[in-house]
């Protein structure tokens, strides 16, 4: 005999916005910019850039190591990192300005090269956590008047790519750049058929 439970369970998403973030407009990316560089957030900034130029996932930004970007006292522009999805190498040009990498400079020369690159402040933790890293996220858009609701750590990695597409349209390149082993999946990433669609509806006049 079928019953129904007394407390049925809610489904996690309820009450929740889901789907894509939305990546950061050119305008956000210099406002969470200037803003760390006012407050002196050394860190949270040589993160913030490195999360946008380098377009990785939380869980491998997370788990970078001093060794990974650096060699001896110089950021290295290039670098090779072992990305978890899937696990494959994948070729990475860092910070592009000076004055962006110098940032990440100053949190280098503090670690050694076997360190990660950014340590947890928590006891216990080695490095810091996906966790960590959304509730950082969260306080960046958060403090520039953005919906943290809309906005995550994939947020980061979709906002460079998403430029580049939009002056581009080179789908291929997109691929590369995310370390997608299939186009469909830069397709579904990006949600390009959707923009592309709406953009062509804009331009059209009947």
Known sequence: ???VPKYPRQPWNKGKLVGQKAPLRERDIWAIRVRLQFV????????FNLAIDSKLRACDLTNLRVRDIAHGEHVSPRAIVMQKK???PRS?????????????????RCLRSED????S????????????YARIVNAWVTAIDLDPTMCGTHTLRRTKVTLI???TKNLRAMQLLLGHTKLESTVRYLGIEVDDALEMTEQTEV
């Not at 990660?116 to 340590?119: N, Q, R, S």
């Not at 216990?124 to 960590?132: D, F």
Request: glycine content about 4%; aromatic content about 8%; charged content about 25%.
């Open 1 to 3: 005999m079928n019953t």
């Open 40 to 47: 002196e957030k050394t860190r949270d900034l040589a993160l």
């Open 86 to 88: 899937p696990s494959i």
């Open 92 to 108: 990475l040009k860092l910070l592009n300005k000076l004055e962006w990498s110098s940032s990440l400079g100053c949190i280098r």
């Open 116 to 119: 990660f690159l950014f340590p």
């Open 121 to 132: 402040r928590l006891h216990g933790s080695e490095h810091l956590s996906t966790r960590q």
């Open 165 to 167: 597409y939009r002056r």
